[in-house]
């Protein structure tokens, strides 16, 4: 740029240089602005589509799973996961992808600069940094899990506003409306209590990091102070004080940093909870040789079936047959086993013990498509 301001003044006089200086300006400008447009840009695309692969991939894993794992989580907590959970991910990514990539970049070569400056001030600052950077490590573990038990709640909000809604009438038929509003309140005062718990973590990083950095300043200037104030000492009053500028440079990346890294706890808890649905394991499993059943000729046959639900057991040593054709009415108290009857035809759920067939093949050596 020296070279060609020089040259500009030579050839055309001092509006000759402020032409150049002028159009450099704006060339400059332009520049920074498109490229950090363009930045922007590939930054948007890049969180939308992982986003959009995370909420494809969590919404087929919903409908592949078995319908006993829909007998133990709460609809309302699904849907938050899905929902909340997906879209926290969404904001720890716009937040955080720029200062991963951007931050340590910036920082890696300040200290390379301050290495050249001064090899000794800078181990001492190495030395100071890590004190620092542990205590704001201590206060973004604690905000994980304030972060997890927040969208846990959150889910059980989401929960229960379904089953107001979903059982509407016999809310009213019971006059349990003060009973229904009293248990949201209560979820409610509970998320709010861990709202402003997480605030106070999350708030406390920013100004602990900067308070931080400054006490480091402080132990550089005694330090490099003295070593200054040395007449053997090869450290130089200008030199220290460039160390000095450069080093407060440090900080402004580091306290992004540390920020960053509270964003991103509260954004790992909440991968936690979508990926347990996405990770889940199915148990109802297809062998390798399924058959394919094409057509439907003599009957269903239960043979000696038990069943639980976790450790309730519900049906035991149960045996029939239903011819094809034929109707047979299952009759008893509620809660006695008749849906679960129904449910292990199509293998919603596999019988603990015993055995059912379809055309004396058994149900487990069948397709679950067929």
């Known amino acids: 740029f020296n070279y060609y301001f020089i040259e500009n ?20 400008a332009l520049l920074s602005n498109l490229f950090r447009y363009i930045a922007s840009i590939l930054l948007a695309v890049i969180r939308t589509r992982m986003i959009q692969n995370v909420r494809n991939d969590v919404f087929e894993s919903v409908t592949r799973l078995d319908i006993s794992f829909f007998t133990t989580e709460r609809k309302g907590d699904i849907m938050s996961r899905i929902t909340n959970d997906v879209q926290q991910i969404e904001y720890t990514i716009m937040d955080s992808l720029k200062v991963v990539l951007l931050e340590p970049a910036l920082i890696i070569g300040y200290f390379a600069t301050l290495f050249i400056i001064s090899p000794s001030l800078t181990l001492y600052s190495l030395i100071l940094l890590p004190l620092s950077g542990a205590l704001i490590a201590g206060i973004a573990k604690r905000l994980k899990r304030a972060a997890s038990m927040s969208q846990s709640s959150m889910g059980n909000l989401s929960n229960q506003v379904d089953e107001a809604i979903s059982g509407i009438r016999l809310i009213k038929a019971f006059s349990a409306r003060e009973y229904i509003v009293r248990k949201f309140r209560n979820e409610v005062d509970n998320y709010s209590n861990i709202s402003i718990s997480m605030a106070k973590k999350f708030d406390l990083a920013s100004p602990m990091s900067e308070f931080l950095g400054i006490a480091v300043v402080a132990g550089l200037l005694l330090i490099g102070g003295s070593m200054v104030l040395n007449p053997d000492s090869a450290l130089s009053a200008s030199l220290f ?14 306290k992004a940093i540390s920020t960053s890294l509270s964003t991103i706890q509260r954004g790992i808890a909440s991968g936690e909870r979508v990926f347990q649905i996405v990770d889940a394991e ?25 069943f639980a639900y976790e450790n309730e057991p519900v049906l035991k040593d149960i045996t029939f047959n239903l011819e094809k054709g034929k109707t047979i009415a299952l ?6 086993g008749k849906s679960t009857i129904a449910d292990l035809i199509p293998r919603f759920y596999d019988p603990t013990a015993g055995e059912i067939t379809i055309d004396n093949i058994p149900l487990s050596h069948c397709s679950l498509s067929s």
């Open 9 to 28: 003044l030579r050839s055309g006089g001092h509006f000759g240089a402020l032409k150049f200086v002028a159009a450099a300006l704006v060339i400059t």
């Open 241 to 254: 004080i460039t160390f000095i500028i450069v080093f407060s440079r440090v900080l402004q990346p580091a």
């Open 282 to 306: 199915e148990k109802i499993k297809e062998p390798a040789d399924a058959v394919d059943i094409e057509t439907f000729n003599t009957g269903i046959e239960f043979k000696n079936v038990d």
């Open 331 to 336: 009759v008893g108290m509620s809660g006695g």
